[in-house]
């Protein structure tokens, strides 16, 4: 890590494929902003229309266990990006709405920073050994725990988790199939 040419920060950075805001962010190496960039333009082209996905007519209780289990598979498949749209949604909503946590994200970001910076000027070497980029995340993790712990960090996570669960498994198993699914349904061998 000498020289210039590999500090992510520097304004060459912003001259890399994906600049912008997720460009000049530090991304770990193999996922560039570009990457990044395809993977939520994809997302964005595979998404089902809202008004399609919250029709209220098109809910409806499971006849038994084994429509409802077809449904599940079949609405995961149809609906996947809307689904994570909703996930990234929640994840936001929580963030925003705990100024401690975004506090402690502020306290990660900002020590994982300064380690980057440090390593920069030189080498930073704890015990005789060179710490690499995994080992700096993972200092800016152990400094920073304490403040996600009090923060409620682990909360956050579980709530997140059941909250999608919770929305998305009941989407998932009251939303009544498509037409075009249930035609494949009914040709598939047995």
Same mark, same amino acid.
């Given at each position: ?5 590999? /500090? ?29 960039? /395809? ?15 919250? /029709? ?124 075009? /699914? ?9």
């Amino acid at each position: 890590m000498d020289g210039k040419a590999s /500090d992510p920060f520097s304004s060459e950075a912003e001259q890399l494929p994906g600049a912008g805001v997720v460009g000049r962010l530090w991304l770990p190496k193999g996922l560039s902003g570009s990457v990044i960039k /395809d993977w939520v333009d994809r997302r964005r082209k595979s998404i089902r229309p809202w008004a399609s996905f919250v /029709d209220q007519r098109k809910f409806s209780k499971p006849r038994n266990f084994g429509e409802l289990c077809q449904r599940v598979v079949r609405n995961l498949n149809t609906f996947h990006s809307n689904y994570t749209f909703i996930f990234l949604g929640l994840i936001l909503y929580c963030i925003i709405s705990s100024p401690m946590l975004l506090i402690a994200l502020g306290v990660f970001a900002g020590a994982f920073y300064i380690i980057h910076l440090k390593t920069l000027e030189k080498k930073l070497v704890v015990f005789g050994r060179e710490l690499t980029q995994g080992h700096q995340l993972g200092l800016a993790g152990g400094v920073s725990f304490p403040v996600f712990w009090l923060a409620g960090a682990g909360t956050a996570v579980f709530w997140v988790l059941g909250a999608t669960l919770a929305v998305i498994g009941s989407h998932a198993a009251f939303r009544e199939l498509e037409s075009s /699914d249930i035609d494949e349904l009914l040709m598939e061998p047995v």
